[in-house]
């Protein structure tokens, strides 16, 4: 036997062994329920996550529920993208970031807002799926309740998932969710001096 159908051999048995874990671990996973997902961390990407399952979402038929915190001045493509889908309600805070607005009364009184909003789309038992873009700074910046919101996230539909984004997620956040990803920064390249760019960064 020459060493390439022996590597084929190997790869084989390997692959087998792979399929018979993986199999049993989809057969053992019975449960059927509403996700929380956590997508926090330094790094690129939480939010294009976020609207990546938003459009998985909306391709399955599913009726969604988004709000954006903090974001607003610019055009975002996601936004222009969702926000006149019959199946996505899509509501952004408008603001801009908070290092721009310098008023923190106004952040607090734009984020009750759009919290209310929020609130009503998790008491919505026919919207499948949330997306809470960039809560976390809400909870970090004391402009939300934290157990306000906690205890949305925690009596919302048991069928309804809801994903988070930002920075920084709060251990509470982090032991509420079903499935949490860091993203970590290891390289930027904002950080050269490189302008962001349509349909990458916004």
């Known amino acids: 036997m020459d060493k390439a159908e022996t590597r084929n051999q190997r790869h084989k048995r390997a ?11 989809i057969a053992a996973a019975t449960i059927d329920k509403g996700l929380m997902v956590v997508l926090t961390g330094d790094g690129k990407g939480k939010s294009s996550s976020a609207f990546g399952m938003l459009a998985r979402s909306v391709g399955h038929g599913l009726r969604c529920g988004v709000i954006q915190f ?28 908070t290092w721009e607005t310098q008023d923190r ?19 919505d038992a026919k919207i499948d799926v949330v997306i809470l873009d960039e809560l976390t700074y809400m909870l970090t910046y004391g402009y939300l309740d934290k157990a306000m919101v906690l205890t949305a996230l925690e009596n919302r539909p048991p069928a309804q ?35 962001v760019q349509k349909g990458i960064d916004y």
């Open 15 to 25: 692959m087998q062994r792979k399929k018979t874990h993986i199999d049993g671990r």
């Open 70 to 97: 903090i974001k607003g001045v610019w055009e975002c493509g996601e936004q222009m993208l969702f926000e006149d889908n019959p199946l996505v309600v899509f509501h952004v805070m408008n603001t801009g970031f």
């Open 105 to 123: 009364e106004k952040d607090i009184a734009a984020a009750t807002a759009s919290w209310e909003k929020a609130d009503a789309l998790l008491t």
């Open 161 to 195: 998932h809801v994903i988070v984004t930002g920075r920084n997620a709060s251990k509470e956040l982090l032991a509420m969710a079903d499935t949490v990803t860091e993203l970590k920064a290891s390289k930027h390249a904002f950080d050269a001096g490189v302008k």
